[in-house]
């Protein structure tokens, strides 16, 4: 069977506390604070499914609002570059200050970029006011990058690691004892070395090994409990495989290692809280269990953790290796930052702890193609605890990514929409998303507005995501591509796959609860469920694959928890028949309406409630967007 929307080649294409609700403080440096949570919460995400959400910047009260500048800088003009004025300035602030530049466009060339290296914010006069650009980097419309690839900023120690792999971890430790999910402490074998306020590594090995493939393609190394699978077959199936016949993910340089240990995916930083013989206690729950059974591991870094460090207030574009890069860095953030026009990710999350976006407008990827060049946001490496909170990421290939990270992390009140391939524009690429390689796990969605929800298998598959609250219509906006031609889902039948919610092959124990999908008035042709093969647009599609004979998984169906979604098809809320609790929370993450809600004209909150007359509301970052106004609300 031919299909319209596909092609030869293969597209491979993340509170309340839930299951821990109910502790009555979060751990911070204290002990004491730290006493295993209780298991209350919504009925929906009991067990393994949910954790404790409280990302970012949360526990320690917000982004500081710095006010004392220690330089005042202007762009050196008629060409010049600005790397050395602007590093200069970094170098003596004071932590805790200001390196404040003026309007104008400051230039960062030659392979040079800025490291914020320390607590320090460097801030513009806005974004409209305030550029750093790389002119000799990417430029919109072309595959290729400049002759000295590299970022416009990062924010951590270096740009590469200094301990002899790409983690940066330096020694590691087996655990004692399995790490239990939702506790704050585990034991391990030998602390030596392990201190207070640390930033560690806590990861396992995945325990692959040939499996029955649930697609039926003979055999695909996977996990026994199917927690991690990596696209390795036997037989091969070409242009899938990331491994060769006799190469496994435990190899040195196979792509096992690309965003972990080798072989490592299921991972998460932690901050140490405390060390009390061998027992190591942690300010943040430990999100999946970790086993001895699988070799798990505590792990130090050899790289210096970079801490309260921001930037905000200005415009990037240009970088042809990223634009801004958050690398070994904890409670650091970027605010109020136009992001545009860059090859590889717009926003690099690796190896990082409690990073915060927010009121961000990343957009117009210079070449939107898979392959990694044209991501907007990109959590990988292990880390953790991420909020992404209040921004716009439109027209870039991937939207959001997730790579062997995201645990804890929450991705809330966003709009994401018109991901796409600039040379295949009717393909409907993946909108919310917390996959894009094994090991991803527990990150929260809650009340964006995107043109779907889904989960790829790429590079394997990823696990236990929950979406709440979310706007997926199932098609993206309509727009300009940017080699030429409109792209407009709604009125072109051949643009698919048409789905509010996906799961790709392998996606096991989502959650969707409370979610609006669909179309008011627009569902003409739509059925509830579809496969890959149905050329008829659906609100579900799970378990689907995009490569020819295009099988189903079955299984990603059957660990799909739907309850409370409300659907423009049926123009019912589905309930799960085994849940009697139908009780919505307002957020699984937040205790009372954001202050952004209240601003401009004041918005409704929760802006989507499936069990309401009126399903959806306006979302603050959308009317931002439609407005024209990326960073003024109307």
């Known amino acids: 069977m031919t ?143 400049g002759a000295h690839p590299s970022p416009l900023v990062i924010v951590g120690p270096s740009q590469y690691s200094e301990s002899g792999n790409s983690s940066g971890v330096a020694a590691s430790v087996d655990l004692a004892e399995d790490a239990v999910k939702g506790s704050y402490s585990l034991t391990v074998a030998d602390a030596a070395g392990l201190q207070k306020d640390a930033f560690v590594l806590l990861d396992e090995a995945s325990g692959a090994t040939w499996q029955k493939d649930p697609q039926g393609r003979g055999e695909i190394w996977a996990a026994a409990d199917w927690r991690v699978v990596w696209q390795k077959h036997k037989p091969a199936i070409p242009y899938v495989d990331d491994f060769s016949a006799d190469e496994f993910p435990s190899a040195p340089g196979a792509a096992g290692g690309w965003f972990s240990r080798p072989d490592r995916p299921t991972a998460e930083i932690k901050q140490i809280a405390s060390v ?134 929450v991705v809330a009140y966003n709009y994401m929409d018109m991901g796409y391939i ?44 929950t979406y709440f609250r979310n706007y997926l219509p199932g098609v993206r906006a309509s727009f300009e591509n940017q080699l030429g031609g409109r792209i407009d889902d709604a009125a072109q039948a051949e643009n698919g796959p048409k789905r509010s919610a996906g799961l790709m092959a392998y996606s096991y124990w989502m959650s969707f609860a409370g979610n609006v999908l669909g179309v008011h008035g627009k569902m003409a042709g739509w059925v509830y469920e579809k496969t890959f093969t149905q050329n008829t647009p659906g609100i579900w599609m799970l378990g689907w694959d995009s490569v020819q004979p295009y099988p189903t998984d079955a299984r990603v169906s059957a660990t799909t928890l739907r309850h409370g979604n409300f659907d423009y098809v049926t123009n019912t809320v589905t309930w799960d028949p085994n849940i009697a609790d139908r009780d919505l929370p307002n957020s699984l993450y937040l205790t009372e309406k954001p202050a952004f809600f209240s601003l401009g004209r004041g918005y409704a909150w929760p802006w989507v409630d499936p069990v309401a007359a009126d399903k959806i509301h306006t979302l603050p970052a959308k009317a931002r967007y439609d407005a024209g106004t990326p960073f003024e609300q109307p």
């Open 422 to 465: 600039n040379t295949l524009g009717s393909w409907i690429e993946v909108g919310l998303n917390a996959s894009h390689m094994a090991g991803s796990h527990h990150v929260l969605f809650e009340g964006n507005y995107a043109q779907n929800a889904d989960s790829d298998d790429t590079h394997g598959n990823s696990v236990y995501h």
């Open 276 to 409: 009390s013989g061998n027992t190591i206690t942690f300010t943040t729950p430990i999100h999946i269990s970790y086993r001895k059974t699988h070799s798990a591991q505590l792990s130090r870094y050899g790289m210096r953790y970079v801490m309260n460090a921001g930037i905000e207030d200005l415009k990037l574009s240009g970088g042809d290796a990223g634009n801004l890069r958050f690398h070994w860095a904890a409670f650091c953030w970027a605010k109020n930052i136009e992001n545009t026009n860059w090859h590889d990710e717009g926003f690099a999350i690796e190896n990082a702890f409690r990073i915060e976006l927010r009121e961000f407008y990343v957009h117009d990827a210079a070449w939107a193609q898979p392959g990694g060049g044209g991501y907007a946001i990109s959590v990988s490496s292990g880390a953790s605890d991420v909020l992404i909170e209040d921004g716009i990421s439109v027209r870039a290939n991937k939207l959001i990514v997730a790579r062997s990270a995201g645990a804890g992390s």
């Open 3 to 145: 299909l319209p929307y596909a092609y030869s080649w293969s597209i491979r294409t993340w509170l309340m506390a839930l299951a821990i609700a109910g502790i009555a403080s979060i751990c911070l440096f204290s002990q004491d604070a730290c006493a295993s949570p209780s298991n209350s919460g919504p009925a929906f995400l009991a067990g393994e499914r949910g954790t404790l959400w409280s990302p970012g910047m949360m526990s320690v009260g917000g982004i500081p609002k710095r006010s004392t500048v220690c330089a005042n800088l202007s762009p050196r003009g008629a060409g010049l570059d600005d790397t050395a004025q602007i590093h200069f300035a970094i170098e003596k602030c004071p932590e805790g200050e200001i390196v404040q530049l003026g309007a104008g466009t400051f230039l960062i060339n030659s392979g040079h970029f800025l490291l914020i290296h320390k607590g320090i914010t460097l801030r513009g006069a806005g974004p409209a006011l305030t550029t750093l650009a790389k002119t000799d980097g990417a430029k919109p419309g072309q595959e290729a990058v």
